[in-house]
RNA sequence: GCGGGUGUGGCGGAAAUGGCAGACGCGCAGGACUUAGGAUCCUGUGGGCGACCGCCCUUGUGGGUUCAAAUCCCACCGCCCGCACCA
């Protein structure tokens, strides 16, 4: 017989697939449209495991539904901007623009080797100018609705990438991108207002029932929204207010001092004239110069000063002192708190270092704690107590009575606090969009007409390293002529943060080639919202929180009709080898390129899809591969064997139900039962839950199945009626998983048309049905007895049955029934005294 | 510390709603076919006992609910991930 030979029939298949444009999609208003998406790379050059379990998931999603009648939309395209290609530029000496064009096709044809159902023709590339044009557009956009703004302000500084980050991508205080703990500097930036959007991206996680809970919490968690109380701390002798935030108000009455951030704007005239400037100053910029990871992090030391000054609790009157200390962050709430030791890790810790009093003002019912007992800050509820007029007041309660109370008076008012802070979109790089503005003198911050973009990236610039956009040093980019007045003026030289090419690069994919807008509204109301996203964790708050605000934006400005961008989200595992993520460092990289040369794309994609459930971390074994690859062998023989079986003249099947006993030779039952239960299965298995690798072992309990039925049917004896609904049904199946062989074997089996172009087969349930079940028997809890017995004996049938059982009488000699559980169908369930 | 996840044979992993624990695959053992096989095909394979007829134990640990628990409840332990001075 025929080797199987996978590389071959591969590339036969892939050069056909792309000759017909077989996976070319285009709206059909007629058709259930499915948007299947999965996370578009960066094009590093080289596809690695993740990836191709990435694109072999989405592979099966969208080939499942194609079968299944949707108009399928499965784009691909390159996050192409980013510092790789900047470094590799000062490094090698490679332009950045060549060295990503050229890694896009060394990647492109990985893909291609992988057989994934990709629309090439709508491929993107975020670094080419038919689309940061529109990056830009979309900033313009954001600009002309008040959501970008530039100020001046402590951002993290990664030194190695030598450019700013966003808070998402600083987030342990470390660089997303390379680890490098980050610094504070203070710059002129570029901002997006998302936290305009924080309550609707909060609330809306409700609408996203298709999302992993995980996500949604660390999202809920990374907005972080928080209600209390702004009040008012007037200072002693001077005509300010401190203003505090606390979500606390019960524990007003517990406050023994004040705390100012460093960065503090009323630090300089707190302190002045209490003849501590000096100590202060030296104090704060010594702050100012430590790693901000230090200061971000909770075992740090608290360090504080007393600022000389005083100021008056509003309620109870009294009279505290005023300190300046490290651990108040100007970035959250007001950047001044107010400390109640006794009810604050932080604030008790503070307090016991530098010798503050510490008051309890709230105890449980037993009256604990008390200022004496207290060895840990107490933060539960409890009763109010040296509280004043609130004395007695649980502590709920008394958050409000206090809220309302100041607000009564005038000090103070309710107020909502986010943990999300505004977007950081400058980058102080070269390989990235430019921000559409220029710099007038006379009109100020301009920003480029909307006709005039794209603003193109100038080719010729010196890489060499700097804390400056390589752009400014480039005269004829800097230099142009303010779009108002004319007049000479400058360029922003910063580019924009490619996270912003990605948030929005899934409209683009509906309407790749569209000239006048970033997308055509029409095809997008089409198309999106994605029906199926696919990607890795690591992006559940950056990327994924940018997209979902954008896609508020642009239904704000009345562009698109729906508010989510993403209705179902599949977070895939990571791949490990050695029980680790596979890293170069390490030396346990499987190298997809040789792994698809040895074995064919259709054995890898199968090994990933057996090993483990999509979200599940997947232990790499070259074993594993070994049995994927001894499958899809076995299949092949198979098939064949059933193909090239002329002893009796074949007939198709097609899938029609049973229609006679006439139609069935002997074992013909059995294997069609074989059949229609696989097809329920993995139907099962696939829609619903994307099970692939419970679908693939019913697949492979078919082949097992059929091998079975032709051991035991000779030659001339065979049902050809079911052993060709059999081989259909098993191509078809596997097609979505192995889409090469599926469709050569498709061929063999003497069909014109392609498989990838076939309904998905559907069950019939009386056939799918089993004649005879198990129906076990215990007594007392443990299995005494198996009856074989009709699916649709009743529960006094079984009974009856299983008491009549010798084996089971064995257990029930010289003792009384007591109980009997019956469930038709499972089980009888003895249970005696 | 807070939030989330997870724990099942030698290994990866199965067990829709509580109802035969260990599907499927890998590995291992034995056999068949072979000059040979690391190809292919059969058989066996959680642990213990034992006249292949069976009995007992077993889903991280300890309790509980139930005729029945990997699955539900309570307490604990291990590992993984995210956030972490957020007032």
Known sequence: MERYNARDIETKWQNLWKEGGFYRSSPDPARRKFYCLEMFPYPSGNLHMGHVRNYAIGDVVARFHRMNGYNVLHPMGFDAFGLPAENAAIKRGVHPAEWTMRNISLMKA????????????????????????????????????????????????CPECNTVLADEQAETGKCWRCGTPVTRKDLDQWFFRITDYADRLLDDLRLLTGWPERVKTMQENWIGRSEGLLIEFPVDGLDERIVVFT????????????????????????????????????????????????????????????????????????????????????????????????????????????????????????????????????????????????????????????????????????????????????????????????????????????????????????FVGAEMSPLVSCPEFVNTTCPCCGEPARRETDTMDTFMCS???????????????????????????????????????????????????????????????????????????????????????????????????????????????????????????????????????????????????????????????????????ALRRLTHATIKKVTHDIRGRFNFNTALSALMEMVNGIYRYMQECPRGSRDQVALAEAADSLVLMLAPFAPHIAEELWHRLDHAESVHLQPWPVHDEEVAKSQRITVVVQVNGRVRDRLEVDPDSSAEELQRAALESRRVGRFLEGRRIKKVVTVPGKLVSIVTE
């Open 110 to 157: 990985d893909l291609e080797m992988l057989g994934i159902s990709y629309d090439w023709d709508r491929e993107v590339a975020t670094c080419l100018p038919d689309y940061y044009k529109w990056t830009q557009w979309l900033f313009l956009l954001m600009y002309k609705r008040g959501l970008a703004y530039k100020k001046k302000a402590a951002v993290n500084w």
């Open 247 to 462: 979500t606390r108000a019960d524990t007003i009455f517990g406050v023994t001092f004040v705390v100012l951030a460093p960065e503090h704007p009323l630090l300089e005239k707190v302190t002045a004239g209490t003849g501590r400037e000096t100590a202060v100053r030296d104090f704060v910029s010594r702050i100012a110069r430590s790693p901000a990871a230090d200061r971000a992090s909770e075992g740090a030391s608290r360090e504080g000063l007393f600022t000389g000054r005083y100021a008056v609790n509003p309620l109870s009157g009294e009279r505290v002192p005023v300190w300046v200390a490290d651990y108040v962050l100007m970035e959250y709430g007001t950047g001044a708190v107010m400390g109640v030791p006794a009810h604050d890790d932080r604030d008790l810790d503070f307090a016991r270092k530098n010798g503050l009093p510490v008051r309890v003002v709230i105890q449980d019912e037993s009256g604990n704690p008390t200022d004496e007992g207290l060895a840990d800050a107490y933060v539960g509820p409890g009763t109010m107590v040296n509280s004043g007029m609130f004395d007695g007041l649980e502590s709920e309660e008394g958050k409000r009575r206090v809220a309302a109370y100041v607000e009564e008076k005038g000090i103070g008012r309710r107020h909502v606090t986010y943990r999300l802070r505004d977007w950081l979109i400058s980058r102080q790089r070269y390989w990235g969009a430019p921000i559409p503005m220029v710099y007038c003198d006379k009109c100020g911050v301009v920003p480029v007409p909307e006709e005039h973009l794209p603003v193109t990236l100038p080719k010729d610039v010196d």
């Open 503 to 669: 948030s929005w690069y899934y409209f683009r994919y509906t309407s790749p080639r569209e000239t006048r807008l970033p997308f055509d509204p029409e095809a997008a109301r089409y198309w999106l919202p994605v029906d199926q996203y696919i990607g890795g964790i690591e992006h559940a708050v950056m990327h994924l929180l940018y997209s979902r605000f954008f896609t508020k934006v642009l239904y704000d400005a009345g562009l698109v009709d729906f508010v989510e961008p993403f209705t179902n989200l599949l977070t895939q595992g990571m791949v490990l080898k050695d029980g680790a993520a596979m890293s170069k460092s390490r030396g346990n990289i499987v190298e997809p390129r040789e792994l698809i040369e040895r074995y064919g794309a259709d054995t890898a994609r199968l090994f990933i899809l057996f090993a483990a459930p999509p979200e599940k971390e997947l232990e790499w074994s070259d074993r594993g591969v070994e049995g994927s690859s001894r499958f899809l062998n076995r299949v092949w023989r198979l098939v064949l064997g059933i193909a090239g079986d002329t002893a009796v003249d074949r007939q198709r099947a097609q899938m029609k139900p049973v229609r006679s006993a006439a139609d069935v030779g002997a074992g013909g039952a």
